[in-house]
T-cell receptor, first 113, second 109 residues
């Protein structure tokens, strides 16, 4: 692995179902981020983690939760999916929180019906 | 509120020069980023400005004026592969990135 991987690549989900989007990085970066990207809007931060063991809320955290048990993994969970969560989800990482360039994974395209 | 403005779409000719503007109003300023995003792919880092002036990187240059809340990305000798969206992002006082909606650049032969 080189960089950031995300899984699944795409998913169609029924409303009300629980879903976890996976994100793994092998760069030993301290900080990780989850964004959603919707047509006509800029990337919006959902949750972030400045270092393993800590997480914080971004601009649009409602309906999502995250955990950061170790440096490499940062899963995003939708407890009960709703159609408004249809989006493309990008995971990103940076060496230091807030001061370094963010590098992005390939994204997960999620459709909630 | 915080706001990043970019043109929605621009068209340019292969071999030409294009300038993509970005204006911002944010709570604090700790740097401005430009990313390139091809359709269906992840954003990739292009440039970073934190001081006023021009940063040049090959065919791409980025300019910043903090007093005017303004930046531009200059692309020279345009190639078809430069067809992509260009995202402007500002790091605010909380060191979070605030993103513009992106400018879709269409290159015509």
């Amino acid at each position: 692995i080189a960089g950031i991987t995300q899984a699944p690549t795409s998913q169609i989900l029924a409303a009300g179902r629980r879903m976890t989007l996976r994100c793994t990085q092998d760069m030993r970066h301290n900080a990780m981020y989850w964004y959603r990207q919707d047509l006509g809007l800029g990337l919006r931060l959902i949750h972030y983690s400045n270092t393993a063991g800590t997480t914080g809320k971004g601009e649009v955290p409602d309906g999502y939760s995250v955990s950061r048990a170790n440096t490499d993994d940062f899963p995003l969970t939708l407890a009960s999916a709703v159609p408004s969560q249809t989006s493309v989800y990008f995971c990103a990482s940076s060496d230091l929180a807030g001061t370094d360039t963010q590098y992005f994974g390939p994204g997960t395209r999620l459709t909630v019906l | 509120g915080q706001n990043i403005d970019q043109p929605t779409e621009m068209t340019a000719t292969e071999g030409a020069i294009v300038q993509i503007n970005c204006t911002y109003q944010t709570s604090g300023f700790n740097g401005l980023f430009w990313y390139q995003q091809h359709a269906g792919e992840a954003p990739t880092f292009l440039s970073y400005n934190v001081l006023d002036g021009l940063e040049e990187k090959g065919r791409f240059s980025s300019f910043l004026s903090r007093s005017k809340g303004y930046s531009y990305l200059l692309l020279k000798e345009l190639q078809m592969k430069d067809s992509a969206s260009y995202l402007c992002a500002v790091r605010d006082s909380n060191y979070q990135l605030i993103w513009g909606a992106g400018t879709k650049l269409i290159i015509k032969p």
